[in-house]
């Protein structure tokens, strides 16, 4: 029994000649996802500045021009840089602390759940329910005034609840990117540090520090 699950175990440790793949496919996921929202912010800076900084019906921050700027650059840099990965683990930094603002100052209040569903809540129920109401609300208009069974033939009809399902995922996989870096053969970071080796390992090495001395003659 010893002997077949070392066999498997030994199987099993063949397909990490792949494991570039898992921080590849994080960085390719998460690439629209900061892409769009930093240009997002970036095509209405005013808007997002004002939002960064009102206390009534936004962030209420300090200085938010320069608020919103960092978290532009940090969305649409960082996007770049995961892409092609380049300064992987770095660029996870600012955009997990992106991501932390967001789950805290944002999503906080509205629980866990990205969309509204009462029977899975976690924390912070009550905003949800106000949205079961206003989603049998719809339901009931949608039924009455059109074709209900057209409009949610690909799916149902469902309520944002803007928790902070979707900040903590990126948190999450960022995390993982931070610790892994952007892996190898096919980002920018694996290609520098196999060149910085090569340049280390060929150059010459200078026997006053290398343990061994000339041959006195």
């Keep these: 029994m010893i002997k077949q699950l070392h066999?498997?175990?030994?199987?099993?440790?063949?397909?990490?000649?792949?494991?570039?793949?898992?921080?590849?496919?994080?960085?390719?996921?998460?690439?629209p996802v900061f892409?769009?929202?930093?240009?997002?912010?970036?095509?209405?800076?005013?808007?997002?500045?004002?939002?960064?900084g009102n206390p009534d019906w936004g962030l209420g921050l300090p200085v938010p021009a320069v608020m919103a700027f960092l978290a532009t650059s940090a969305e649409v840099i960082g996007a770049l840089a995961l892409l092609i990965g380049l300064g992987?683990?770095?660029?996870?930094?600012?955009?997990?602390?992106?991501?932390?603002?967001?789950?805290?100052?944002?999503?906080?209040?509205?629980?866990?759940?990205?969309?509204?569903?009462?029977?899975?809540?976690?924390?912070n129920c009550e905003a949800l329910d106000e949205s079961a109401k206003r989603i049998e609300r719809v339901r009931d208009i949608l039924q009455e005034h059109g074709n209900y069974e057209w409009l949610t033939e690909t799916?149902?009809?469902?309520?944002?609840?803007?928790?902070?399902?979707?900040?903590?995922?990126?948190?999450?996989?960022?995390?993982?990117?931070?610790?892994?870096?952007?892996?190898?053969?096919?980002?920018?970071?694996y290609w520098i540090k196999e060149k910085l080796l090569r340049k280390k390992s060929s150059a010459p090495v200078d026997s006053t520090f290398s343990g061994t001395a000339d041959p006195v003659h």
């Excluded at 030994?10 to 996921?29: C, I, N």
């Excluded at 996870?92 to 809540?121: E, R, Y």
């Design 7 to 31: 066999k498997f175990q030994e199987h099993l440790d063949l397909t990490r000649k792949a494991d570039f793949l898992a921080p590849l496919l994080l960085r390719l996921y998460l690439f």
């Design 35 to 52: 892409w769009m929202a930093g240009t997002n912010k970036w095509n209405s800076f005013d808007n997002t500045v004002a939002w960064f």
């Design 88 to 123: 992987v683990r770095w660029m996870s930094i600012p955009l997990m602390v992106t991501m932390l603002v967001a789950a805290f100052a944002v999503h906080w209040n509205n629980g866990w759940q990205a969309i509204a569903d009462k029977s899975m809540c976690l924390f």
């Design 155 to 189: 799916g149902s009809v469902v309520i944002s609840n803007n928790g902070i399902e979707f900040a903590a995922t990126y948190f999450v996989m960022l995390l993982a990117l931070f610790f892994m870096g952007g892996g190898r053969y096919v980002s920018v970071d």
